[in-house]
């Protein structure tokens, strides 16, 4: 059978086929996937080659389009297509915080811990540094100072020059010098009977040991912090009963070397008011 007798091929019978549309020659003219005929009607005025090719074309079109661009596009999450995006939901990778990251966080707590290591220590000795400076500026402030300071000898000092003044003690007042071998601490303070015999059993001696109308401190000491010790002079002391000047009597004293490299303490006691004597103490230490 040749062709004159079969007839001109229509687009429909080329799809059943399965013949190529683009670029496909049927009666002399050339399809291109659009219309099929090349726009020229096949004998008995049918119009099925553009019909058909042209809803098959336009079909095929329509689903690329859907599948590059729904299931490849960017918030589709399916595979890549033709709209060039990558999978994903459409909101890129996840980032996580760099302090919620276990290896960081344990960065920052070692950091931390060195810093207490050495931040705190540091801290402590800046701090002592700075309390032993002062310590020693007020201590060199009372050693330069003339007379008496009104208050009680710091307990380190007591301790050196070993003069325990006991509590509840009134007219509190010391003064301490220094020089290139000797160091002498002045003290004064007012107790009662009980206080002063408490005092001198803590220097180990006793009340028996103490000379009536001597006294023990020498004049060049005395007006080393302005005091005035002996009779005709009234008493210094807040209890004193009058302002009359004191008898020899009112006064005794004693001296106390104590064993070893320890201080040698003069005391003078005036008992004018027996209740209430007030005691005079010079401590010497020598280097």
């Not at 307990?155 to 000797?182: C, H, K, L, M, Q």
């Not at 060049?220 to 210094?236: I, K, N, Q």
């Not at 004293?253 to 040698?264: A, D, E, T």
């Amino acid at each position: 059978m040749t062709t004159e007798e079969i007839g001109p091929r229509t687009g429909a019978d080329a799809a059943e086929d399965g013949a190529p549309r683009d670029g496909t020659v049927h009666d002399g003219t050339v399809h291109d996937g659009t219309a099929h005929g090349g726009g020229s009607e096949p004998p008995g005025g049918e119009r099925n080659g553009p019909a058909d090719g042209g809803g098959t074309g336009a079909g095929t079109g329509a689903v690329g389009r859907q599948d590059g661009g729904g299931d490849g596009g960017p918030g589709a999450g399916g595979t890549p297509g033709a709209g060039g995006g990558p999978p994903g939901d459409g909101r890129g990778p996840r980032r996580h915080s760099s302090w919620k990251h276990p290896s960081n966080r344990r960065r920052w707590f070692i950091l931390f811990v060195v810093i207490l290591l050495i931040g705190v220590p540091a801290g402590y000795i800046v701090i002592s540094a700075g309390q032993s400076r002062d310590s020693g500026r007020d201590k060199q402030a009372r050693a330069s100072a003339r007379g008496l300071t009104a208050e009680w000898p710091p307990r380190v000092t007591r301790r050196i020059y070993e003069v325990p003044i006991t509590g509840y003690s009134d007219d509190v007042a010391f003064y301490e010098s220094n020089s290139w071998n000797t160091s002498k601490l002045y003290v004064q303070f007012t107790t009662s009977e009980n206080g002063l015999n408490l005092f001198l059993d803590r220097i180990g001696t006793g009340p028996g040991e103490l000379d009536k109308g001597r006294v023990t401190i020498s004049t060049e000491e005395a007006a080393e912090v302005g005091w005035h010790l002996g009779a005709g002079r009234p008493s210094a002391s807040s209890r004193a009963l009058s302002t009359v000047p004191t008898d020899k009597e009112d006064w005794s004293g004693l001296v106390k070397n104590l064993p070893g490299p320890r201080p040698r303490l003069e005391v003078t006691v005036d008992r004018s008011n027996p209740a209430h004597p007030m005691v005079y103490v010079v401590s010497t230490v020598k280097l």
